[in-house]
Protein backbone atom coordinates (compact mmCIF):
# COMPACT_ATOMS: atom_id res chain seq x y z
CA UNK A 1 0.00 0.00 0.00
CA UNK A 2 1.47 3.55 -0.95
CA UNK A 3 -0.15 6.90 -1.53
CA UNK A 4 -0.60 8.60 -4.67
CA UNK A 5 -1.28 11.60 -6.15
CA UNK A 6 -1.32 13.49 -9.78
CA UNK A 7 -2.59 16.34 -11.54
CA UNK A 8 -3.11 17.17 -15.41
CA UNK A 9 -3.42 20.68 -16.17
CA UNK A 10 -2.25 23.36 -18.22
CA UNK A 11 0.23 24.48 -15.18
CA UNK A 12 3.50 25.90 -14.92
CA UNK A 13 6.08 24.02 -13.66
CA UNK A 14 6.62 25.65 -10.44
CA UNK A 15 2.50 25.26 -9.46
CA UNK A 16 3.53 21.25 -10.49
CA UNK A 17 6.06 20.64 -7.79
CA UNK A 18 4.83 22.85 -5.41
CA UNK A 19 1.42 20.54 -5.07
CA UNK A 20 3.13 17.37 -5.62
CA UNK A 21 5.65 18.25 -2.90
CA UNK A 22 2.64 19.52 -0.61
CA UNK A 23 0.64 15.98 -1.19
CA UNK A 24 3.64 13.75 -0.49
CA UNK A 25 4.09 15.46 2.44
CA UNK A 26 0.63 15.11 3.50
CA UNK A 27 0.49 11.57 2.36
CA UNK A 28 3.75 10.65 4.40
CA UNK A 29 2.24 8.68 6.52
CA UNK A 30 1.04 6.17 3.85
CA UNK A 31 4.36 5.50 2.29
CA UNK A 32 7.27 6.24 4.93
CA UNK A 33 9.65 3.88 2.67
CA UNK A 34 10.04 6.55 0.04
CA UNK A 35 9.34 9.25 -1.93
CA UNK A 36 9.19 10.52 -5.85
CA UNK A 37 8.31 12.47 -8.40
CA UNK A 38 7.43 12.41 -12.17
CA UNK A 39 7.28 15.53 -13.88
CA UNK A 40 5.99 15.54 -17.41
CA UNK A 41 4.27 17.73 -20.23
CA UNK A 42 0.92 18.62 -19.13
CA UNK A 43 1.18 16.30 -15.93
CA UNK A 44 2.98 15.77 -12.36
CA UNK A 45 2.79 12.44 -10.32
CA UNK A 46 3.82 11.79 -7.19
CA UNK A 47 4.22 8.72 -5.01
CA UNK A 48 4.60 7.77 -1.46
CA UNK A 49 5.86 4.16 -0.91
CA UNK A 50 5.36 1.60 1.50
CA UNK A 51 7.80 -1.11 0.42
CA UNK A 52 6.06 -4.90 0.44
CA UNK A 53 7.56 -6.37 -2.55
CA UNK A 54 10.97 -6.31 -3.64
CA UNK A 55 12.12 -3.48 -0.94
CA UNK A 56 14.96 -2.19 -2.81
CA UNK A 57 15.44 1.32 -4.69
CA UNK A 58 14.16 -1.11 -7.77
CA UNK A 59 10.90 -0.48 -6.34
CA UNK A 60 10.31 2.94 -6.33
CA UNK A 61 7.70 5.07 -8.03
CA UNK A 62 6.99 7.00 -9.73
CA UNK A 63 8.32 4.13 -12.21
CA UNK A 64 9.01 3.97 -15.84
CA UNK A 65 8.88 1.16 -18.74
CA UNK A 66 8.22 0.37 -22.03
CA UNK A 67 7.22 3.57 -22.89
CA UNK A 68 4.67 4.36 -19.48
CA UNK A 69 5.07 6.20 -16.15
CA UNK A 70 3.28 4.51 -13.30
CA UNK A 71 1.97 5.60 -9.58
CA UNK A 72 -0.02 2.44 -7.91
CA UNK A 73 -1.37 1.78 -4.61
CA UNK A 74 -2.42 -1.35 -3.70
CA UNK A 75 -1.11 -4.95 -4.40
CA UNK A 76 -0.98 -7.20 -7.28
CA UNK A 77 -1.46 -10.81 -5.80
CA UNK A 78 -0.81 -12.90 -8.75
CA UNK A 79 1.79 -10.59 -10.25
CA UNK A 80 4.18 -13.61 -10.82
CA UNK A 81 2.29 -15.64 -12.94
CA UNK A 82 1.58 -12.48 -14.93
CA UNK A 83 5.50 -11.72 -14.54
CA UNK A 84 5.69 -15.48 -16.01
CA UNK A 85 3.06 -14.87 -18.63
CA UNK A 86 4.88 -11.55 -19.89
CA UNK A 87 8.26 -12.83 -20.04
CA UNK A 88 7.00 -16.14 -22.28
CA UNK A 89 5.92 -12.99 -24.90
CA UNK A 90 9.32 -11.44 -24.36
CA UNK A 91 8.82 -9.13 -21.85
CA UNK A 92 12.13 -8.65 -19.20
CA UNK A 93 12.09 -7.22 -16.08
CA UNK A 94 14.78 -5.89 -13.73
CA UNK A 95 12.69 -5.77 -10.30
CA UNK A 96 10.80 -8.05 -8.23
CA UNK A 97 7.82 -6.08 -7.69
CA UNK A 98 4.15 -6.08 -9.07
CA UNK A 99 4.49 -2.57 -10.23
CA UNK A 100 6.65 -3.61 -13.00
CA UNK A 101 4.90 -6.16 -14.06
CA UNK A 102 1.68 -3.84 -13.95
CA UNK A 103 3.29 -1.57 -16.68
CA UNK A 104 4.38 -4.50 -18.81
CA UNK A 105 0.61 -5.65 -18.60
CA UNK A 106 -0.79 -2.47 -19.49
CA UNK A 107 1.50 -2.27 -22.53
CA UNK A 108 0.69 -5.65 -23.34
CA UNK A 109 -2.86 -5.99 -23.13
CA UNK A 110 -3.71 -2.03 -22.24
CA UNK A 111 -7.17 -1.72 -20.12
CA UNK A 112 -7.74 -5.34 -20.68
CA UNK A 113 -5.35 -6.07 -18.28
CA UNK A 114 -7.16 -4.97 -15.49
CA UNK A 115 -9.66 -7.84 -15.64
CA UNK A 116 -6.44 -10.06 -15.48
CA UNK A 117 -5.13 -8.32 -11.59
CA UNK A 118 -6.51 -10.53 -8.77
CA UNK A 119 -5.53 -7.46 -5.93
CA UNK A 120 -6.57 -4.41 -4.81
CA UNK A 121 -5.58 -1.22 -6.27
CA UNK A 122 -5.45 2.21 -7.46
CA UNK A 123 -3.29 3.62 -9.78
CA UNK A 124 -2.49 6.01 -12.80
CA UNK A 125 -0.21 5.34 -16.05
CA UNK A 126 0.77 8.08 -18.15
CA UNK A 127 1.68 7.16 -21.43
CA UNK A 128 3.32 10.93 -22.48
CA UNK A 129 3.83 10.34 -26.11
CA UNK A 130 -0.16 10.13 -26.73
CA UNK A 131 -0.72 12.46 -23.91
CA UNK A 132 -2.48 10.04 -22.51
CA UNK A 133 -3.13 9.30 -18.72
CA UNK A 134 -5.13 5.96 -17.82
CA UNK A 135 -6.67 5.62 -14.07
CA UNK A 136 -7.81 2.48 -12.68
CA UNK A 137 -9.54 1.22 -9.47
CA UNK A 138 -10.21 -2.45 -8.28
CA UNK A 139 -13.70 -4.36 -8.46
CA UNK A 140 -14.88 -3.17 -4.63
CA UNK A 141 -12.93 -0.20 -4.27
CA UNK A 142 -10.64 -1.64 -1.23
CA UNK A 143 -8.12 0.77 -2.12
CA UNK A 144 -9.35 4.98 -2.14
CA UNK A 145 -9.11 7.22 -5.25
CA UNK A 146 -10.53 10.51 -5.79
CA UNK A 147 -10.55 12.88 -8.07
CA UNK A 148 -12.08 16.40 -9.08
CA UNK A 149 -12.53 18.04 -12.24
CA UNK A 150 -11.16 21.52 -11.37
CA UNK A 151 -8.54 23.06 -14.05
CA UNK A 152 -7.71 19.84 -15.28
CA UNK A 153 -7.75 16.66 -13.60
CA UNK A 154 -6.39 16.12 -9.95
CA UNK A 155 -6.08 12.88 -8.22
CA UNK A 156 -5.22 11.16 -4.88
CA UNK A 157 -5.48 8.74 -2.59
CA UNK A 158 -7.15 11.01 0.37
CA UNK A 159 -9.83 13.62 -0.49
CA UNK A 160 -8.11 16.37 1.32
CA UNK A 161 -5.58 16.37 -0.39
CA UNK A 162 -7.51 16.55 -3.57
CA UNK A 163 -9.60 19.59 -2.09
CA UNK A 164 -6.53 21.24 -1.45
CA UNK A 165 -4.28 21.28 -4.56
CA UNK A 166 -6.90 21.52 -7.37
CA UNK A 167 -7.96 25.31 -7.20
CA UNK A 168 -10.67 26.09 -5.03
CA UNK A 169 -10.73 25.70 -0.95
CA UNK A 170 -11.83 22.72 0.50
CA UNK A 171 -15.73 23.35 1.81
CA UNK A 172 -17.71 20.49 3.18
CA UNK A 173 -20.32 19.02 1.12
CA UNK A 174 -23.80 19.68 3.05
CA UNK A 175 -25.82 16.93 1.44
CA UNK A 176 -23.34 14.15 2.25
CA UNK A 177 -22.40 15.75 6.19
CA UNK A 178 -26.59 15.94 6.61
CA UNK A 179 -27.14 12.10 5.37
CA UNK A 180 -23.75 11.26 7.87
CA UNK A 181 -25.97 13.13 10.88
CA UNK A 182 -29.10 12.06 9.84
CA UNK A 183 -28.53 8.01 9.33
CA UNK A 184 -24.29 7.82 9.76
CA UNK A 185 -24.22 7.01 5.84
CA UNK A 186 -20.93 7.31 4.71
CA UNK A 187 -19.46 6.57 1.26
CA UNK A 188 -22.57 5.33 -0.37
CA UNK A 189 -23.09 8.04 -3.07
CA UNK A 190 -19.99 9.40 -5.44
CA UNK A 191 -19.56 12.40 -3.40
CA UNK A 192 -17.31 12.92 -0.55
CA UNK A 193 -17.44 15.26 2.30
CA UNK A 194 -15.00 17.92 0.09
CA UNK A 195 -17.44 19.70 -1.77
CA UNK A 196 -16.40 18.92 -5.49
CA UNK A 197 -14.20 15.87 -4.71
CA UNK A 198 -15.59 12.79 -6.13
CA UNK A 199 -15.21 9.04 -5.73
CA UNK A 200 -13.48 7.42 -8.15
CA UNK A 201 -15.61 4.19 -8.91
CA UNK A 202 -14.98 0.57 -8.36
CA UNK A 203 -14.41 -1.45 -10.76
CA UNK A 204 -13.80 1.04 -13.62
CA UNK A 205 -10.97 2.82 -15.29
CA UNK A 206 -10.80 6.10 -16.96
CA UNK A 207 -8.87 7.52 -19.84
CA UNK A 208 -7.93 10.66 -19.99
CA UNK A 209 -6.29 12.71 -23.18
CA UNK A 210 -4.81 15.98 -23.37
CA UNK A 211 -4.73 16.61 -26.92
CA UNK A 212 -6.69 19.97 -27.08
CA UNK A 213 -9.15 20.24 -23.93
CA UNK A 214 -9.27 17.69 -21.47
CA UNK A 215 -11.38 14.48 -22.06
CA UNK A 216 -12.15 12.38 -19.34
CA UNK A 217 -13.92 9.15 -20.22
CA UNK A 218 -15.11 6.45 -17.61
CA UNK A 219 -15.86 2.62 -18.50
CA UNK A 220 -16.18 -0.25 -16.33
CA UNK A 221 -14.05 -3.36 -16.35
CA UNK A 222 -15.79 -5.09 -14.04
CA UNK A 223 -19.91 -6.04 -13.52
CA UNK A 224 -20.88 -7.19 -10.08
CA UNK A 225 -23.84 -8.80 -11.27
CA UNK A 226 -23.14 -9.92 -14.78
CA UNK A 227 -19.81 -11.71 -13.24
CA UNK A 228 -22.03 -13.44 -10.56
CA UNK A 229 -24.87 -14.40 -13.33
CA UNK A 230 -22.30 -16.05 -15.41
CA UNK A 231 -20.70 -17.80 -12.63
CA UNK A 232 -21.20 -21.62 -12.98
CA UNK A 233 -23.31 -23.32 -9.68
CA UNK A 234 -22.69 -26.36 -8.94
CA UNK A 235 -24.94 -29.57 -8.40
CA UNK A 236 -25.48 -29.91 -4.73
CA UNK A 237 -24.25 -28.06 -2.05
CA UNK A 238 -21.66 -30.37 -0.66
CA UNK A 239 -20.14 -29.20 -4.14
CA UNK A 240 -20.19 -25.39 -3.68
CA UNK A 241 -18.85 -26.50 -0.36
CA UNK A 242 -15.77 -27.97 -1.35
CA UNK A 243 -15.52 -24.83 -4.29
CA UNK A 244 -15.83 -22.04 -2.01
CA UNK A 245 -12.89 -24.30 0.87
CA UNK A 246 -10.71 -24.28 -3.04
CA UNK A 247 -11.31 -20.66 -3.36
CA UNK A 248 -10.46 -19.77 0.21
CA UNK A 249 -7.59 -21.43 0.68
CA UNK A 250 -5.85 -19.95 -2.46
CA UNK A 251 -7.32 -16.74 -2.13
CA UNK A 252 -5.37 -16.53 1.46
CA UNK A 253 -1.95 -18.31 -0.14
CA UNK A 254 -1.95 -15.45 -2.52
CA UNK A 255 -2.75 -12.95 -0.08
CA UNK A 256 0.34 -13.91 1.99
CA UNK A 257 2.74 -13.28 -0.44
CA UNK A 258 5.11 -10.34 0.41
CA UNK A 259 8.52 -9.85 1.18
CA UNK A 260 7.93 -8.67 4.87
CA UNK A 261 6.13 -10.03 7.98
CA UNK A 262 2.49 -11.02 7.90
CA UNK A 263 -0.03 -11.24 10.78
CA UNK A 264 -3.73 -11.57 11.46
CA UNK A 265 -6.28 -9.66 13.16
CA UNK A 266 -8.22 -12.01 15.12
CA UNK A 267 -11.79 -11.13 17.24
CA UNK A 268 -12.78 -15.05 17.42
CA UNK A 269 -15.84 -14.70 14.81
CA UNK A 270 -16.17 -17.05 11.94
CA UNK A 271 -14.35 -14.56 9.35
CA UNK A 272 -11.04 -14.04 10.86
CA UNK A 273 -10.77 -17.45 12.72
CA UNK A 274 -11.36 -19.11 9.48
CA UNK A 275 -7.96 -16.69 7.79
CA UNK A 276 -6.12 -17.44 11.11
CA UNK A 277 -6.67 -20.89 10.29
CA UNK A 278 -6.06 -21.37 6.80
CA UNK A 279 -2.94 -19.46 6.83
CA UNK A 280 -1.70 -21.57 9.66
CA UNK A 281 -2.97 -24.50 7.33
CA UNK A 282 -1.96 -23.90 4.05
CA UNK A 283 0.93 -22.27 3.80
CA UNK A 284 4.33 -21.52 5.20
CA UNK A 285 3.20 -18.92 7.48
CA UNK A 286 2.71 -19.40 11.08
CA UNK A 287 0.83 -15.45 12.17
CA UNK A 288 0.93 -13.55 15.04
CA UNK A 289 -2.64 -12.78 15.79
CA UNK A 290 -3.98 -9.31 17.06
CA UNK A 291 -7.24 -9.07 19.12
CA UNK A 292 -8.59 -6.02 21.25
CA UNK A 293 -10.83 -7.78 24.10
CA UNK A 294 -12.94 -6.49 26.75
CA UNK A 295 -12.23 -8.83 29.41
CA UNK A 296 -15.19 -7.34 31.81
CA UNK A 297 -17.54 -7.28 29.72
CA UNK A 298 -20.37 -9.52 28.95
CA UNK A 299 -19.93 -9.64 24.76
CA UNK A 300 -16.26 -10.54 26.12
CA UNK A 301 -14.60 -13.16 22.82
CA UNK A 302 -11.75 -13.79 24.69
CA UNK A 303 -12.65 -17.70 24.94
CA UNK A 304 -12.97 -17.62 21.22
CA UNK A 305 -9.62 -16.27 20.20
CA UNK A 306 -8.03 -18.60 22.62
CA UNK A 307 -9.55 -21.79 21.71
CA UNK A 308 -8.41 -19.90 17.68
CA UNK A 309 -4.95 -19.73 18.85
CA UNK A 310 -4.85 -23.26 21.42
CA UNK A 311 -6.00 -25.05 18.01
CA UNK A 312 -3.30 -23.23 15.86
CA UNK A 313 -0.39 -23.42 18.26
CA UNK A 314 -0.73 -19.59 17.61
CA UNK A 315 1.01 -16.56 19.62
CA UNK A 316 -1.08 -13.90 20.08
CA UNK A 317 -1.02 -10.06 20.92
CA UNK A 318 -3.64 -8.75 22.91
CA UNK A 319 -4.73 -5.07 23.25
CA UNK A 320 -7.17 -3.86 25.98
CA UNK A 321 -8.71 -0.51 25.78
CA UNK A 322 -9.65 1.75 28.66
CA UNK A 323 -12.06 4.22 27.53
CA UNK A 324 -10.07 7.02 28.74
CA UNK A 325 -7.49 5.77 26.12
CA UNK A 326 -10.22 5.26 23.38
CA UNK A 327 -11.12 8.72 24.06
CA UNK A 328 -7.50 10.11 23.73
CA UNK A 329 -7.16 9.07 20.47
CA UNK A 330 -10.28 9.95 19.05
CA UNK A 331 -9.16 12.97 17.30
CA UNK A 332 -6.16 11.45 16.00
CA UNK A 333 -8.58 9.06 14.79
CA UNK A 334 -10.88 11.33 13.04
CA UNK A 335 -8.17 12.95 11.68
CA UNK A 336 -6.51 9.42 10.13
CA UNK A 337 -10.21 8.68 8.60
CA UNK A 338 -10.67 13.05 7.48
CA UNK A 339 -14.49 13.11 8.41
CA UNK A 340 -16.37 12.38 11.25
CA UNK A 341 -16.92 8.60 12.51
CA UNK A 342 -20.06 6.99 13.55
CA UNK A 343 -18.41 4.71 16.19
CA UNK A 344 -16.21 4.30 19.03
CA UNK A 345 -15.50 0.85 17.63
CA UNK A 346 -12.78 3.08 14.48
CA UNK A 347 -10.81 4.31 17.57
CA UNK A 348 -10.27 0.64 19.39
CA UNK A 349 -9.31 -0.30 15.12
CA UNK A 350 -7.08 2.35 14.99
CA UNK A 351 -5.44 1.92 18.17
CA UNK A 352 -5.09 -1.79 17.53
CA UNK A 353 -3.68 -0.63 14.48
CA UNK A 354 -0.76 0.85 16.69
CA UNK A 355 -0.48 -1.98 18.18
CA UNK A 356 0.32 -4.24 15.36
CA UNK A 357 2.88 -1.68 14.20
CA UNK A 358 4.46 -1.36 17.41
CA UNK A 359 5.41 -5.21 17.35
CA UNK A 360 7.37 -4.45 13.82
CA UNK A 361 4.59 -5.86 11.60
CA UNK A 362 3.75 -4.76 8.04
CA UNK A 363 1.60 -6.58 6.36
CA UNK A 364 -2.06 -8.51 7.91
CA UNK A 365 -4.85 -10.15 6.81
CA UNK A 366 -8.66 -9.53 7.84
CA UNK A 367 -12.31 -11.25 7.83
CA UNK A 368 -13.58 -7.82 5.74
CA UNK A 369 -16.47 -8.62 3.13
CA UNK A 370 -17.70 -12.30 4.46
CA UNK A 371 -20.61 -10.85 6.36
CA UNK A 372 -21.89 -9.03 2.83
CA UNK A 373 -21.12 -11.85 0.38
CA UNK A 374 -22.52 -14.93 3.40
CA UNK A 375 -25.35 -13.49 4.69
CA UNK A 376 -23.51 -12.45 7.39
CA UNK A 377 -25.99 -9.52 9.33
CA UNK A 378 -29.57 -9.19 10.60
CA UNK A 379 -30.64 -7.70 7.53
CA UNK A 380 -30.31 -10.52 5.46
CA UNK A 381 -33.14 -12.43 7.42
CA UNK A 382 -36.24 -10.31 6.21
CA UNK A 383 -34.63 -10.90 2.48
CA UNK A 384 -34.78 -14.49 3.05
CA UNK A 385 -38.06 -15.00 4.87
CA UNK A 386 -40.04 -13.64 2.18
CA UNK A 387 -38.28 -15.44 -0.75
CA UNK A 388 -39.52 -18.98 1.71
CA UNK A 389 -42.66 -17.12 2.32
CA UNK A 390 -43.54 -17.20 -1.61
CA UNK A 391 -42.08 -20.77 -2.29
CA UNK A 392 -42.24 -22.51 0.94
CA UNK A 393 -44.36 -20.93 3.81
CA UNK A 394 -43.37 -23.46 6.29
CA UNK A 395 -40.04 -23.41 5.35
CA UNK A 396 -40.10 -19.29 6.30
CA UNK A 397 -41.57 -20.12 9.35
CA UNK A 398 -39.08 -22.91 10.40
CA UNK A 399 -36.49 -20.00 9.60
CA UNK A 400 -38.35 -16.93 11.64
CA UNK A 401 -38.83 -19.52 15.14
CA UNK A 402 -34.73 -20.80 14.53
CA UNK A 403 -33.68 -17.24 14.15
CA UNK A 404 -35.70 -15.96 17.16
CA UNK A 405 -34.12 -18.68 19.76
CA UNK A 406 -30.90 -18.28 18.41
CA UNK A 407 -30.72 -14.25 19.04
CA UNK A 408 -31.79 -14.30 23.07
CA UNK A 409 -29.50 -11.56 23.34
CA UNK A 410 -30.83 -9.55 20.78
CA UNK A 411 -34.48 -10.15 20.87
CA UNK A 412 -35.78 -6.64 20.79
CA UNK A 413 -33.94 -5.90 17.36
CA UNK A 414 -35.14 -9.63 16.36
CA UNK A 415 -39.06 -8.46 16.53
CA UNK A 416 -37.96 -5.44 15.08
CA UNK A 417 -36.34 -7.11 11.88
CA UNK A 418 -38.72 -9.56 11.54
CA UNK A 419 -41.90 -7.14 12.08
CA UNK A 420 -40.55 -5.92 8.56
CA UNK A 421 -42.54 -8.37 7.23
CA UNK A 422 -46.13 -6.80 7.80
CA UNK A 423 -45.06 -3.11 8.92
CA UNK A 424 -46.79 -0.44 6.68
CA UNK A 425 -44.72 2.52 6.03
CA UNK A 426 -45.57 4.90 8.96
CA UNK A 427 -44.73 8.20 9.87
CA UNK A 428 -40.90 9.36 9.46
CA UNK A 429 -38.95 10.62 12.31
CA UNK A 430 -38.19 13.90 13.24
CA UNK A 431 -35.07 15.47 11.83
CA UNK A 432 -31.74 15.72 13.91
CA UNK A 433 -29.97 18.23 10.93
CA UNK A 434 -30.63 21.82 12.36
CA UNK A 435 -30.80 25.10 9.79
CA UNK A 436 -27.37 25.01 8.84
CA UNK A 437 -27.53 21.78 6.27
CA UNK A 438 -30.95 23.82 4.80
CA UNK A 439 -30.41 23.42 1.13
CA UNK A 440 -32.12 24.95 -1.71
CA UNK A 441 -31.99 21.59 -3.99
CA UNK A 442 -31.87 18.49 -2.02
CA UNK A 443 -29.96 15.43 -3.90
CA UNK A 444 -31.48 12.96 -1.40
CA UNK A 445 -29.79 10.01 -1.77
CA UNK A 446 -32.17 6.97 -2.41
CA UNK A 447 -30.78 3.07 -1.07
CA UNK A 448 -31.54 0.20 -2.81
CA UNK A 449 -34.49 -2.04 -2.01
CA UNK A 450 -33.24 -5.87 -0.26
CA UNK A 451 -35.28 -7.15 -2.43
CA UNK A 452 -33.49 -10.95 -1.71
CA UNK A 453 -30.80 -12.01 -0.59
CA UNK A 454 -28.56 -11.67 -3.85
CA UNK A 455 -29.73 -8.07 -3.79
CA UNK A 456 -28.51 -7.04 -0.47
CA UNK A 457 -25.33 -8.41 -0.80
CA UNK A 458 -25.02 -6.26 -3.67
CA UNK A 459 -26.33 -3.46 -1.99
CA UNK A 460 -24.53 -3.63 0.50
CA UNK A 461 -20.97 -4.27 -1.15
CA UNK A 462 -22.01 -0.87 -3.11
CA UNK A 463 -23.57 1.08 -1.36
CA UNK A 464 -24.18 1.46 2.45
CA UNK A 465 -22.03 -1.20 4.13
CA UNK A 466 -18.76 -2.35 2.70
CA UNK A 467 -17.41 1.04 1.49
CA UNK A 468 -17.40 2.95 4.67
CA UNK A 469 -15.41 -0.31 6.33
CA UNK A 470 -13.31 -0.37 3.95
CA UNK A 471 -12.64 3.41 4.24
CA UNK A 472 -12.04 2.64 8.17
CA UNK A 473 -9.70 -0.32 7.37
CA UNK A 474 -7.47 1.73 4.84
CA UNK A 475 -6.75 4.99 6.86
CA UNK A 476 -6.46 3.33 10.02
CA UNK A 477 -3.57 0.88 8.62
CA UNK A 478 -2.02 3.28 6.29
CA UNK A 479 -2.11 5.99 9.48
CA UNK A 480 0.66 3.73 10.62
CA UNK A 481 2.15 2.11 7.29
CA UNK A 482 0.08 -1.05 7.48
CA UNK A 483 -1.05 -3.16 4.61
CA UNK A 484 -4.16 -5.18 4.94
CA UNK A 485 -5.66 -7.77 3.08
CA UNK A 486 -9.11 -9.26 2.25
CA UNK A 487 -9.07 -12.68 1.49
CA UNK A 488 -13.13 -13.01 0.96
CA UNK A 489 -12.87 -9.97 -1.29
CA UNK A 490 -11.21 -11.83 -3.62
CA UNK A 491 -13.24 -11.28 -6.41
CA UNK A 492 -13.46 -15.33 -7.60
CA UNK A 493 -15.00 -15.73 -3.90
CA UNK A 494 -17.32 -13.03 -3.96
CA UNK A 495 -18.93 -13.98 -7.56
CA UNK A 496 -18.88 -17.63 -6.60
CA UNK A 497 -21.05 -16.58 -3.25
CA UNK A 498 -23.43 -14.26 -4.93
CA UNK A 499 -24.26 -16.76 -7.61
CA UNK A 500 -25.17 -19.44 -4.93
CA UNK A 501 -29.01 -20.09 -3.76
CA UNK A 502 -29.44 -18.28 -0.83
CA UNK A 503 -30.89 -21.43 1.06
CA UNK A 504 -27.29 -22.33 1.16
CA UNK A 505 -25.68 -19.25 2.55
CA UNK A 506 -28.06 -18.98 5.40
CA UNK A 507 -29.51 -22.29 6.26
CA UNK A 508 -31.65 -23.13 9.25
CA UNK A 509 -31.05 -19.56 9.97
CA UNK A 510 -27.60 -20.23 10.44
CA UNK A 511 -25.99 -17.15 9.37
CA UNK A 512 -22.67 -17.78 6.62
CA UNK A 513 -23.53 -21.51 6.90
CA UNK A 514 -21.72 -21.83 3.48
CA UNK A 515 -18.51 -20.52 4.84
CA UNK A 516 -18.71 -21.82 8.02
CA UNK A 517 -19.00 -25.24 6.55
CA UNK A 518 -16.12 -24.64 3.93
CA UNK A 519 -13.84 -23.65 6.50
CA UNK A 520 -15.15 -26.30 9.31
CA UNK A 521 -11.22 -27.98 9.50
CA UNK A 522 -9.71 -24.88 10.87
CA UNK A 523 -12.12 -23.55 13.50
CA UNK A 524 -12.57 -24.90 16.96
CA UNK A 525 -15.66 -26.25 18.00
CA UNK A 526 -16.46 -23.01 19.92
CA UNK A 527 -16.51 -20.91 16.70
CA UNK A 528 -17.83 -23.01 14.81
CA UNK A 529 -21.20 -23.46 16.61
CA UNK A 530 -21.33 -20.35 17.76
CA UNK A 531 -23.70 -18.55 16.19
CA UNK A 532 -24.65 -14.70 18.04
CA UNK A 533 -22.53 -12.52 16.01
CA UNK A 534 -21.16 -9.20 18.08
CA UNK A 535 -19.47 -7.92 15.01
CA UNK A 536 -15.92 -5.57 16.56
CA UNK A 537 -18.21 -5.04 19.66
CA UNK A 538 -16.88 -2.16 21.87
CA UNK A 539 -18.33 -1.66 25.61
CA UNK A 540 -19.41 1.76 23.88
CA UNK A 541 -23.07 1.86 25.17
CA UNK A 542 -21.52 1.45 28.66
CA UNK A 543 -18.73 4.16 27.82
CA UNK A 544 -21.21 6.71 26.36
CA UNK A 545 -23.81 6.33 29.97
CA UNK A 546 -20.65 6.70 31.95
CA UNK A 547 -19.31 9.95 30.48
CA UNK A 548 -23.22 11.21 29.18
CA UNK A 549 -22.33 15.12 30.07
CA UNK A 550 -19.38 14.98 27.67
CA UNK A 551 -21.63 14.28 24.94
CA UNK A 552 -24.66 15.84 25.45
CA UNK A 553 -22.83 19.01 26.15
CA UNK A 554 -21.68 18.92 21.92
CA UNK A 555 -25.58 18.24 21.36
CA UNK A 556 -26.04 21.23 23.17
CA UNK A 557 -23.55 23.31 21.63
CA UNK A 558 -24.38 22.00 17.69
CA UNK A 559 -27.69 23.23 18.42
CA UNK A 560 -26.84 26.56 19.14
CA UNK A 561 -24.66 27.03 15.89
CA UNK A 562 -27.64 25.07 13.81
CA UNK A 563 -25.86 22.05 13.60
CA UNK A 564 -28.75 20.08 15.09
CA UNK A 565 -32.67 20.82 15.38
CA UNK A 566 -33.99 22.06 18.49
CA UNK A 567 -35.63 18.98 19.50
CA UNK A 568 -32.06 17.10 19.17
CA UNK A 569 -30.90 17.61 22.89
CA UNK A 570 -34.24 16.36 24.11
CA UNK A 571 -34.25 13.30 21.94
CA UNK A 572 -31.01 12.31 23.32
CA UNK A 573 -31.89 12.99 26.88
CA UNK A 574 -34.84 10.97 26.32
CA UNK A 575 -32.36 8.14 25.00
CA UNK A 576 -30.23 8.10 27.94
CA UNK A 577 -32.72 8.46 30.08
CA UNK A 578 -34.68 5.38 28.95
CA UNK A 579 -31.57 3.52 28.33
CA UNK A 580 -32.85 3.31 24.65
CA UNK A 581 -29.52 2.09 23.20
CA UNK A 582 -30.61 1.65 20.13
CA UNK A 583 -30.73 5.44 19.51
CA UNK A 584 -27.36 5.98 21.00
CA UNK A 585 -25.67 6.14 17.70
CA UNK A 586 -27.59 9.29 17.07
CA UNK A 587 -25.97 10.68 20.12
CA UNK A 588 -22.71 9.87 19.04
CA UNK A 589 -22.66 10.96 15.86
CA UNK A 590 -23.84 14.43 17.17
CA UNK A 591 -20.59 14.52 19.19
CA UNK A 592 -18.21 12.99 16.21
CA UNK A 593 -19.22 16.16 13.95
CA UNK A 594 -18.98 18.58 16.57
CA UNK A 595 -15.70 17.20 17.17
CA UNK A 596 -14.75 17.25 13.65
CA UNK A 597 -15.62 20.92 12.87
CA UNK A 598 -13.81 22.29 16.10
CA UNK A 599 -10.87 20.05 15.01
CA UNK A 600 -10.86 20.11 10.87
CA UNK A 601 -13.07 22.64 9.49
Not at 92 to 103: A, G, K, P, W, Y
Not at 436 to 446: E, G, H, M, R, T
Not at 534 to 541: E, H, K, M, N, R
Request: hydrophobic share 35%; net charge positive; aromatic share 10%.
Amino acid sequence: MCGIYGQIADLPDTVFLTNAEFASKQLAHRGPNGSGVELGEGFCFAHRRLAIFDTSALGIQPMTGWGHTIVFNGAVYNWKELREELTKAGYQFRSQTDTEVILAAYDQWGTNCFERFNGMWAMAIATPEARKIVLSRDRFGIKPLYYALDNGLTFSSEPKVVASTSGRQPQINRQVAKEFIEYGWQDHRPETLYEGVMQFPPGHYAIVTTRGALNFRLAAYHDLQQASSLTPVPKNRKEAIDKLRCLLIDSVVLRTRSDVGRCVTLSGGIDSSSIAGMMTRFTQVKPSTYSALFPDYKFDESRYVTAVKQLHGLRGITYRPSYEEVLGAFAATQRAQGQPIASLAVVVHYELMRTIRDHGERVLLNGQGADEIGGGYDKFYLPLIKEELRRQPLVAFGTMLRYVTQQPVNLGKTVSRLSGLYRQSGPGRSSIAGSYFDLPDQDLFCRSRDLGVYETSVNLIKEVGLPVLLRHEDRNTMAFGLESRAPFLDHRVVEFMLALPANWKIRHAIRKHAIRSACREVLPDEVFYRYNKLGFATPATQWMEQDADRYLRSVDEGVKLGFFSDTTGGRCRAALHRRARNEYSMLFRCYSWMQFVTNEV
